[in-house]
């Protein structure tokens, strides 16, 4: 089994964070660049998107949280929706709309125009930004340690990629809790192996 990845998109970040919580090997993870076409990643995933996870069986799985749910029907055991699931996949849910806004905003500037998150449309992104993490900061998904859930990871990730991409940007807000959360997972060997960097 291999994954595909890159070593900034929260997406494939999310998909390694919750394949080494379960226990899962990432000594297979290949680095591609899903904006070259790469020959081997379009062969398994003409999306060229990134996670893209390669099964001993060569079938390929894509999309992080398909890749999650295939996870936990594999290895039901830890839980990435243990608890109160709809909590967490609520809070799972909202992390997810600031991750997707921020990346529309990243490809928007990359790939279109660098003033593209000015844009009407690129304004929009950054009030989901803003908005969902003041919902998350207001009640962050709780962590006490141990095997954490998917509202955590997706959290965590989502403050990393704020960091990553962000981070001096006058728009981004305090957001303390979040900070906390992301500081009290650092040390776990599945966040530290799969941060974030340019």
Known sequence: MRILTNTTSPYARIARIALAEKGFDLGGTQIVNPWSDDAGLLKLNPASRV????????????????????????????????????????????????????ANIITGVMQMDPNWGETRVGLKRRRTIVTGFRKLNSDPPLYGGGTPDLAVITAVVAVDYVRLRFNNAPWVEPIPKLDALRDATAARPAFASTLPHI
């Open 51 to 102: 996670p893209t996870l390669e099964l001993d069986s060569g079938l390929p799985l894509t999309e992080s949280l398909l890749i999650i749910a295939w996870l936990e029907r594999k290895i039901p055991q830890p839980s990435l929706l243990d608890g109160d699931a709809d909590y967490v996949i609520s809070r799972a849910g909202l992390a997810m709309g600031v991750i997707d806004a921020m």
